[in-house]
């Protein structure tokens, strides 16, 4: 299952964007019920993106094309047990949030 989270980009904040994804997305989560800027909310930022930096930069990097290779093949090696640890955080992250009324969370996890 997926659910479509709204970031603060701009055009996702469009009326006519708002009403396309609410009439047309399952489970759509409206801007004004996420927080605006929540990465600890994310699997993605939270979890994975800390993986992926700690084995792209083992070793300096040299310019964006280098950047860009390691990215896609740390991605693309990934086991899918980070990929499951993460998802399986996310509701007690979101609890977590929920019970510090949208306020810093992290220390309680």
Same mark, same amino acid.
């Given at each position: 299952m997926f659910v479509y %989270? %709204?970031?603060s980009a701009p055009? *996702? *904040?469009v009326r006519?964007?708002?009403e396309l994804l609410r009439h047309n997305t399952p489970d759509f989560i409206a801007p004004d019920m996420w927080p605006p800027n929540s990465p600890d909310l994310n699997p993605?930022?939270?979890v994975i993106w800390s993986v992926m930096q700690e084995r792209v930069y083992q070793t300096r990097v040299h310019d964006i094309? /280098?950047?860009r290779q390691r990215l896609i093949t740390v991605w693309c090696e990934l /086991? %899918?047990?980070?990929?499951?640890d993460a998802i399986d955080q996310w509701r007690r992250r979101l609890l977590a949030c929920v019970d510090a009324e949208g306020g810093h969370? /992290? *220390?309680s996890l």
């Open positions: %989270q %709204q970031d055009a *996702h *904040h006519d964007t708002i993605v930022d939270c094309d /280098e950047l /086991e %899918q047990r980070i990929m499951d969370f /992290e *220390h």
